[in-house]
């Protein structure tokens, strides 16, 4: 995939060796617009020197704003802090390691892909029901509301039932209706894709989506009880074998 050569000149100029650096947020989800900004989001790597000395290095490492015309939200962790994020019923950080958006990976990034499966479970529907949540609050107190939070509401539930019944992390809300086949979510992304980010709906029912809010949660937590995915993660192992290999030795990698 070829990407914009300003992302790769932020991902070039990152203080730290990374291990890896995806693409989240709407160009991940599929409902991006034409000024939706670039979340990037990936993992880097502390020398030793920053870790067991006295002054230690960025756990995290943000960047944001307007650069030569492209908006860019950068966020990484060290892998010692986003590895002990995988052992959590945290979905979010599974979504970018997982990312088929790739700017820059490594051989380790593709054992870290295959950690990360181990890492899965049945807990993770908690952060997805709670995302959720979230987003429709948001949504019912803006007058008039905006398609963004409405199509996140929809991403997530989407994302944690596919999850609950699969096994498999995808983000990408027109991939997921391709399976979960709700008529009304193509016209909403287009509403988004062709708008702006603050794109907001004129006429709409609030019932109907209420509704559709409240049965996805209902078919997310039936899921949840039902799916076959592990109570408890087990890549605990793997992820200390891998952070000790690459804390003690070199990472080298590139552009995807």
């Known amino acids: 995939?070829?990407?914009?050569?300003?992302?790769?000149?932020?991902?070039?100029?990152?203080p730290y060796p990374l291990l890896f650096a995806t693409i989240s947020g709407a160009h991940l989800y599929g409902f991006a617009s034409p000024d939706s900004d670039y979340d990037l989001r990936g993992v880097h790597l502390l020398p030793l020197e920053d870790v067991v000395g006295l002054t230690i290095g960025k756990e995290t490492v943000e960047k944001s704003g307007v650069y030569d015309g492209l908006e860019i939200d950068l966020v990484t962790h060290d892998a010692?802090?986003?590895?002990?994020?995988?052992?959590?019923?945290?979905g979010y950080v599974m979504?970018?390691?997982?990312?088929?958006?790739?700017?820059?990976?490594t051989p380790e990034h593709e054992e870290l892909k295959a950690i990360a499966?181990?890492?899965?479970?049945?807990?993770?529907a908690h952060h997805y029901l709670g995302f959720a949540e979230t987003q429709w609050k948001l949504f019912q107190k803006e007058n008039p509301p905006r398609v963004k939070p409405l199509l996140y509401v929809y991403r997530v539930l989407l994302t944690g039932i596919h999850l609950m019944k699969t096994g498999v992390v995808e983000a990408n809300l027109v991939r997921l209706n391709e399976?979960?086949?709700?008529?009304?979510?193509?016209?909403?992304?287009?509403?988004?894709?062709?708008?702006?980010?603050?794109q907001r709906l004129t006429e709409m029912d609030l019932?109907?989506?209420?509704?559709?809010?409240?049965?996805?949660?209902?078919?997310?937590?039936?899921?949840?009880?039902?799916?076959?995915?592990?109570?408890?993660?087990?890549?605990?192992?793997?992820?200390?074998?891998?952070?000790?290999?690459?804390?003690l030795g070199d990472i080298s990698g590139g552009p995807s």
């Open 1 to 14: 995939m070829t990407f914009d050569p300003r992302l790769q000149q932020h991902i070039g100029d990152h």
């Open 80 to 90: 010692k802090k986003f590895f002990g994020l995988m052992l959590k019923k945290n």
């Open 95 to 105: 979504e970018q390691v997982l990312s088929p958006i790739v700017l820059y990976t």
């Open 117 to 124: 499966l181990d890492c899965l479970t049945r807990h993770h």
């Open 179 to 198: 399976r979960a086949k709700l008529p009304y979510i193509p016209e909403l992304v287009e509403r988004k894709q062709t708008g702006s980010e603050k």
């Open 207 to 247: 019932e109907f989506h209420q509704r559709e809010y409240e049965r996805l949660r209902g078919e997310l937590q039936e899921a949840f009880e039902s799916s076959c995915l592990p109570e408890t993660p087990r890549g605990a192992e793997a992820l200390n074998a891998l952070l000790v290999r690459i804390r």
